[in-house]
């Protein structure tokens, strides 16, 4: 058995003058993929119990999933949220605090349609509803080629200042761009998280690397075949 880690970014209608438009997952497919997966019985869970069947124990669930977004949009909070909280899920969102209340473009120079990020008492709220907050750095940057010194502060200072936000242990990483190599994973190990997320392709698996988490992504061109494909078949 290996555990489907879903990957999101904008839970929204794609923005005219957005370049990456399959970023874009509008809600009305983000509701009916989560009904899909609601039906075929999965039930999220904690991140730690994704961390603890990694490291050989079993779940107390028979279909865990766990569900994640990177950056930090609002539009995780107006959109996905109240999907996810109908439907008796939870999810774990990856955000870059140097955005937290702010409205700017993160993929890259060439995207054009700025995004309002989650400000801190949305943050709050959600965690205090039963989902998970994780780090996803403070500036979004490439974290492979950082100096050592600034890639340590990148680590350190994003999970401080979520968990001044939280008043809770922010335990888990997910690797912007998902850049990463030996360097960038042992930094993330002795700043204090205790898992990290890539975006290489695929599920999460027993005796799998806790620094290098396989995830599934889901995009605007997904349709309900390619979604269901990527659950069921996807290794
Ligand atoms: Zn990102």
Known sequence: MKIPVLYYHK????????VYKGLYVTPKQFERQVALLKLFGYDTVNPKEILSFVL????????????????GYENNYLNAYP?????????????STGFIGKKNAISDEREKAKENFLNKSEIKEMFESGFFIGSHGINHYFLDRLEEGVLIGE???????????????VDFFSYP???YNAKVMRAVKNAGYTGAFTTEKGK?????????????PVN????????????FFLQ
């Not at 839970?11 to 005219?16: F, W």
């Not at 999907?83 to 955000?95: E, H, M, P, V, Y």
């Open 11 to 18: 839970i929204d209608y794609p923005k005219k003058d957005a």
């Open 56 to 71: 050989g124990h079993k779940l107390p669930v028979k279909k865990p999933l766990l569900i994640t977004f990177d950056d």
């Open 83 to 95: 999907i996810l909280k109908d439907a008796g899920f939870s999810s774990l969102i990856f955000i």
């Open 155 to 169: 680590l350190i200072a994003s999970k401080a200042y979520l968990e001044n936000i939280t008043g809770a242990p």
């Open 177 to 179: 761009f998902g850049a």
């Open 204 to 216: 999460v698996g027993s005796g799998d690397n806790s620094y290098e988490l396989k995830r599934i």
């Open 220 to 231: 605007g061109y997904n349709n309900i075949f390619n979604f269901l494909y990527k659950i």
